[in-house]
């Protein structure tokens, strides 16, 4: 198959195999496993897309170096081995009663497409970073691929570039892990890639630690989950504007600090570079949106539970094991406040997320039927930092660009955070967030101005 991308400012041409499954190299058990209620909460029910850029083959460290070899054939047979203990990602996702998820392990394996285009990583530009407009093409649909149900759990797309680098597209299917779980399925694939016979890292199913509990019992506060009905919370977070535009911001460690410097001495020593991040730019966003004084406004952060519970979940969990904590305030409040007032919101927010709390989830999950995220009055940030999308390497060193490949159409509210590099060789964080063209160009220009 062929098509065309011209949104590079020019035609360039991606021809596409037809798709593959690739199923585990070797036999696998053949049974059908829960998902947890955490796995299987309605906001979940997603396929999230990645994109890699690799240049061209050169010597890395002594790893695999032969220009003769094909990223096509190393990943899609390290993919292979590495479902072996992965097992459940080659089955399929299904529903029992009460619409409860298990996956069915099939072993019918995942979709895999080979593609070659007739441009190079150059032809990108000086940074390569997110929006993709043209992402659906590096990361293709196949038939029988769309459906959250029914479908395999994992779709991966490799394409050749002509200057001899590749793109790795990797798309997964939420309910099944979050991006720590993803993260750690992928550096098992390099570490085969790379000659190991096996994951350094053993998987661990164990769903039953994030499963409601009997009798399920609410014991925190979820504010997530609220019933907007009930509030009078603004549905659409954007307002009347329909101009929206989707861009990656940059904010250099040098100007994280310049902001840290306006904290109180105590709290400048406690905060995290998150902290500082996250404060400033709810505050920032809500000023550039001009929104009612009195409006109600929340910050939702995606908090990895692991470590938070006693002992911590098993090394090698790979479900989702996602808090969701909520800060809440209003607009004139955030504003007016010093930026000492959000940082400490949202380590409070933060600070939420126990065992208790997760369990809680989990059973509330089961009493109020899998009630949707709030998403209304709603900035959402996920720290992606940790994931290290940037040290994913199948042998071609690292990538230039390793993270999201867009933000969902019912997700822009949602604002990822990856490491970053400039071309000015700054070090920082780059921020991938959607607004209203007259916010972002208020927000683009408040960065400019810090530490001046």
Known sequence: MMRWLSTLGKSFQVRRQMPDLVRPT??????????????????????????????????????????????????????????????????????????????????????????????????????????????????????????????????????????????????????????????????????????????????????????????PRVTCIHREYDDTSTTKLQTNPFGSATDLVDRSVFLSLAKISALRTSLPPHLRLKCSNFDVLTAWLWRCRTTALQLDPEEEVRLMIAVNSRPRFNPPLPRGYYGCAIGLPVALTTAQELIQNPLEYAVDLVMKAKSQVTEEYMKSAADLMVLKGRPKFTVASTFWVSDLRRFQFHELDFGWGKPIYGGPARLRPAMKILSYYTNKTNKAGEEGISVFLCLPKFAMEKLTGEIDRIGR
């Open 26 to 215: 070797r036999p696998t058990p053949r049974e059908v496993k829960l998902l947890s209620d955490i796995d299987d909460q309605s906001g979940l029910r997603s396929q999230v897309p990645c994109l890699y850029f690799y240049k061209g083959r050169e010597n890395h460290d002594g790893r695999r170096n032969n220009k003769e070899e094909d990223p096509v054939k190393v990943i899609k047979a390290a993919l292979a081995e590495t479902l072996v203990p992965y097992y459940p990602y080659a089955g399929r996702l299904r529903e029992g009663p009460g619409k409860k998820l298990a996956v069915d392990c099939t072993g019918e394996g995942v979709m895999f497409i080979e593609a070659d285009a007739d441009f190079t990583l150059e032809d990108f530009g000086e940074e390569v970073q997110p929006p993709f407009p043209y992402w659906e093409e590096l990361l293709h649909e196949g038939p029988g691929s769309t459906e959250f149900l029914h479908s395999p759990l994992i779709l991966i797309q490799v394409t050749r570039l002509r200057c001899g680098g590749f793109i790795f597209g990797f798309r997964f299917n939420h309910a099944m892990s979050d991006g720590t779980g993803m993260g750690q399925f992928t550096a098992a694939m390099a570490e085969i890639a790379g000659g190991a016979s096996a994951p350094s890292i053993t998987p661990v199913w164990r769903r039953e630690l994030l499963s409601a509990r009997d009798p």
